[in-house]
């Protein structure tokens, strides 16, 4: 992070004075990890908990970013993709349940602990048969 920091800090300094505020904006994230990118390692890491409430990782992370972004940027662009009605309110319990998998985990509950305390809570056994077909 020391270098990181240093390195930005020599580009910016030498950078013209046109795109010296553009540089700070952009570097000022950069080196944090994508919120596609912590989703997809927690789906990894908790593959066997997470699995059965949501089955479809990459659709689950799409309509989560698209959401955030609409919600942050509001662009017309993104409204279209943005979670809306019981899809939203399906998305938020769904990332509930990942923020609970997450805090079980920290606990020490391994994957199949965490998946028998999941199944037997009303709320996210709904979301198994919100997926399931007919």
Do not use: C, Q
């Not at 505020?21 to 390692?41: I, M, P, T, W």
């Not at 279209?80 to 019981?86: D, I, N, Y």
């Amino acid at each position: 992070m020391e270098e990181y920091n240093k390195l930005t800090t020599m580009l910016i300094a030498v950078a013209p004075g046109e795109y010296k505020e553009f540089l700070k904006d952009f570097f000022k994230y950069e080196n944090e990890v994508s919120l596609r990118k912590r989703l997809k390692e927690i789906y990894k890491m908790h593959k066997s908990a997470v699995e059965p409430f949501i089955p479809d990782r990459d659709e689950f992370i799409g309509l989560t970013l698209d959401t955030r972004n609409y919600l942050t940027h509001y662009g017309k662009d993104l409204e279209e993709k943005a979670a809306k009605g019981a899809e939203l309110f399906f998305l938020t319990t769904r990332l509930e349940l990942v923020i609970e998998i997450i805090f079980l985990s920290e606990i020490g509950f391994v994957d199949e602990d965490i998946k028998n305390v999941l199944d037997r809570h009303w709320l996210y056994l709904r979301l198994k048969k919100a997926d399931a077909p007919g």
